[in-house]
């Protein structure tokens, strides 16, 4: 049971273009053989065996737990269609109130938010404990709020060169421990588990 952030990466940093388009990030859930099914919401990876492995086992690890994301990603992906990934109640961090035409939440089990730490102790309280968090500026206000318990990275070897970084304005001492380094397919996959000073 963690608070995990995953997030597709370029080499130099950054997790979409400046126009929000993530390119070639992506390009390695098509680029093999194997099918993995995405939990919560219907889509499908083709990976490579190792990818398959690596995918598999993170699913497994939000499967029966919440998500919490910022408002640019729910509204970017237009809250997902209503289906949040990994299957349960997601959680929406924004100042705003949420789209006029959002459906009720027992249609769509969004609830929206105003402070980073209360979406996360919701997120924690309505699973089996664990949370994916989505938007990178909400997952680094989950780092510099010692919040977040596992930092993802599927690393992309290529440069993007400007856009939305992933860690752009970091405030903490955290340390990050190598828990697994999986090579796939245009992508290695990268596991840490985030250790704070005061743990
Ligand atoms: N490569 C990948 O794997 C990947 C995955 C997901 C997303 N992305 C990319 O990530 C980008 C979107 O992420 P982002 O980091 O820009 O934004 P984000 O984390 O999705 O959301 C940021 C927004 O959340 C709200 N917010 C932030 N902190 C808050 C707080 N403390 N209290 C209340 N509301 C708060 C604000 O919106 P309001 O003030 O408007 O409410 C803020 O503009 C897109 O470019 C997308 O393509 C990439």
């Given at each position: 049971m963690a608070v995990v952030a995953s997030f597709c990466m370029s080499l130099d940093g950054f997790v979409a273009r400046p126009d929000d388009s993530v390119g070639p990030l992506?390009?390695?859930?098509?680029?093999?053989?194997?099918?993995?099914?995405?939990?919560?919401?219907?889509?499908?990876?083709?990976?490579?065996?190792?990818?398959?492995?690596?995918?598999?086992?993170?699913?497994?690890?939000?499967?029966h737990g919440a998500f919490v994301c910022g408002r640019r990603v729910f509204d970017y992906t237009h809250g997902w269609g209503g289906n949040p990934p990994g299957g349960g109640a997601a959680f929406v961090?924004?100042?705003?109130?949420p789209p006029s035409?959002?459906?009720?939440?027992?249609?769509?089990?969004?609830?929206?938010?105003?402070?980073?730490?209360?979406?996360?102790?919701?997120a924690v309280a309505a699973g089996d404990g664990s949370a994916g968090v989505s938007g990178p500026n909400i997952a680094q206000q989950c780092l510099n709020l010692g919040l977040l318990d596992e930092v993802r990275i599927d690393l992309v070897p290529v440069l993007l060169?400007?856009?939305?970084?992933?860690?752009?304005?970091?405030?903490?001492?955290?340390?990050?421990?190598?828990?697994?380094?999986?090579a796939g397919v245009g992508v290695t996959h990268l596991r840490y588990r985030v250790r704070y000073p005061q743990s």
């Open positions: 992506f390009d390695w859930y098509t680029a093999g053989d194997v099918e993995v099914p995405m939990v919560g919401y219907p889509m499908t990876f083709r990976v490579s065996p190792a990818s398959a492995d690596y995918l598999r086992s993170f699913l497994d690890t939000v499967r961090v924004t100042h705003q109130p035409d959002w459906p009720a939440s027992h249609l769509a089990p969004f609830t929206f938010v105003s402070s980073v730490s209360r979406a996360v102790e919701l060169g400007s856009g939305v970084r992933y860690f752009s304005d970091l405030h903490t001492d955290a340390s990050l421990e190598q828990v697994e380094v999986v």
